[in-house]
C-alpha cells in the first residue's frame, strides 16, 4: 500500500520516506541591526537584572529576560516593535512574540560573533601583527585591543586599567 504524503510535528514526509524539518521563515530579518550589536557587556537582562535565560534585541541591541509570555523580552517584542532575538548561551535565534526558532544562514555572522574561537596561531599572531584593521563603523583599530564602552562618570577607571 503506497504511504499519502503529509505533516507532522517533526515535519514533512517525502516520496522517498525521509523526513524534512518544516521551516518557518521569517519575515523581519530586515530589521536586524547589526550596528547595535555588541555582546562585550555583561549578558544581564536590562529590566530584571537577571542573568538567566538572557535574550538580545538583534534590532536595539538591549538584552531582555525570557522569551515566553509576560516575559521582558516578549513584552519588548510587542511593545517596541522588535522581533528577532538571540539567546546569549546558545546562540539561537526566535522570532517574538511567536517564540519560533529561525534558522537563516544570513545569520552565521552574529552567531560567530556571540562566541568567537580562536586557533591557538591567530592568538599568537596578535602580538606580532602591526596591521589595522576597520570595523562597521569605519574606525580603524589594532585586533587584539579592546575598548571600554560606557564609560559614563567611570573615566576615572581607564587611567588605571
Same mark, same amino acid.
Given at each position: 500500500?503506497?504511504?499519502?504524503?503529509?505533516?507532522?510535528?517533526?515535519?514533512?514526509?517525502?516520496?522517498?520516506?525521509?523526513?524534512?524539518?518544516?521551516?518557518?521563515?521569517? +519575515?523581519?530579518?530586515?530589521?536586524?541591526?547589526?550596528?547595535?550589536?555588541? #555582546?562585550? =557587556?555583561?549578558?544581564?537582562?536590562?529590566?530584571?537584572?537577571?542573568? /538567566?535565560?538572557?535574550?538580545?534585541?538583534?534590532?536595539?541591541?538591549?538584552? =531582555?529576560?525570557?522569551?515566553?509570555?509576560?516575559?521582558?523580552?516578549?513584552?519588548?517584542?510587542? /511593545?517596541?516593535?522588535?522581533?528577532?532575538?538571540?539567546?546569549?548561551?546558545?546562540?539561537?535565534?526566535?522570532?517574538?512574540?511567536?517564540?519560533?526558532?529561525?534558522?537563516?544562514?544570513?545569520?552565521?555572522?552574529?552567531?560567530?560573533?556571540?562566541?568567537?574561537? #580562536?586557533? +591557538?596561531?591567530?592568538?599568537?599572531?596578535?602580538?606580532?601583527?602591526?596591521?589595522?584593521?576597520?570595523?562597521?563603523?569605519? /574606525?580603524?583599530?589594532? +585586533?587584539?585591543?579592546?575598548?571600554?564602552? /560606557?564609560?559614563?562618570?567611570?573615566?576615572?577607571?581607564?587611567?588605571?586599567?
Amino acid at each position: 500500500m503506497k504511504r499519502e504524503l503529509g505533516e507532522s510535528a517533526s515535519g514533512t514526509a517525502s516520496a522517498d520516506g525521509s523526513r524534512k524539518k518544516n521551516r518557518i521563515l521569517c +519575515p523581519y530579518l530586515d530589521t536586524v541591526d547589526r550596528h547595535v550589536l555588541d #555582546f562585550d =557587556f555583561e549578558k544581564v537582562c536590562s529590566v530584571t537584572l537577571s542573568n /538567566q535565560n538572557v535574550y538580545g534585541c538583534m534590532v536595539c541591541g538591549k538584552y =531582555f529576560q525570557g522569551r515566553g509570555k509576560k516575559t521582558a523580552a516578549h513584552t519588548h517584542s510587542v /511593545q517596541a516593535g522588535h522581533y528577532v532575538f538571540i539567546n546569549l548561551k546558545t546562540g539561537n535565534i526566535y522570532c517574538l512574540p511567536e517564540g519560533y526558532l529561525v534558522e537563516d544562514s544570513s545569520l552565521d555572522d552574529i552567531k560567530y560573533n556571540l562566541r568567537p574561537t #580562536f586557533r +591557538p596561531e591567530e592568538i599568537e599572531s596578535l602580538s606580532k601583527n602591526t596591521t589595522l584593521s576597520t570595523d562597521i563603523f569605519g /574606525q580603524s583599530y589594532l +585586533p587584539g585591543f579592546v575598548g571600554m564602552n /560606557q564609560l559614563n562618570k567611570t573615566d576615572f577607571v581607564n587611567v588605571v586599567v
